[in-house]
Structure formats: structure tokens, C-alpha cells
């Protein structure tokens, strides 16, 4: 089942992001086949990260939540919310 994942970073910690990128890239990448779609929430400008949006496919919500727990930014506290939604991908529509 497919889920949607959307992370806000506390407020000034950039620096807590960065220390601990390469560890949650690793994490993502162990993960790989269940990623439809991560990357990182970006300030107006583009210029600075400011949280996570993921769409994953995981057996059910007790697997995303054992993935979210285990993720470097999760254990880091770097975040201030996280939201977890079911979800189902419509377009672009498989088979074209």
C-alpha cells in the first residue's frame, strides 16, 4: 500500500540535517524498493532544506512507522511533524 510521508524540520536545525544526510541517504538507498518518490521540502527560494516528502509502498502502516523510526532524522529529532497519509497514485495513469 502506498503511503505519503511528509516531514517538517524544527525550526534552526539546517545544521542537524546536514550532519546527518549521508546516514539517512544510506537509509533511503537500503530502502530503495519501496521509494515511488522522496526528496527533500525546500524554502521559498530553493535555497535551504526545510523537510522531507516521501510517497512509499510498504505492506501496511506498522511497516512505515518501523521505516520512519529507524530513518537517522527520525533519531536525530530533527523533526517537528510528521504526517503519514494513505495514498493512491492517479496520474500520470499506469499503461501509458
Known amino acids: 500500500m502506498a503511503f505519503m510521508i511528509f516531514c517538517l524540520d524544527k525550526p534552526n536545525h539546517v545544521e542537524t540535517r546536514l550532519a546527518n544526510r549521508p546516514a539517512h541517504v544510506e537509509h533511503l538507498t537500503k530502502h530503495e524498493s519501496h521509494l515511488i518518490s522522496a526528496g527533500p521540502l525546500l ?3 530553493g535555497e535551504t532544506m526545510i523537510g522531507s516528502l516521501l510517497v512509499v509502498d510498504f505492506a501496511d502502516r506498522a511497516a512505515v ?3 520512519l523510526a529507524a530513518d537517522p532524522y527520525s533519531k536525530a ?3 517537528q511533524s510528521v504526517t503519514v497519509k494513505p495514498y493512491r497514485n492517479v496520474f500520470p495513469r499506469s499503461g501509458k
Open 65 to 67: 512507522d518501523a521505516f
Open 43 to 45: 524554502t521559498d527560494d
Open 77 to 79: 529529532g530533527l523533526f
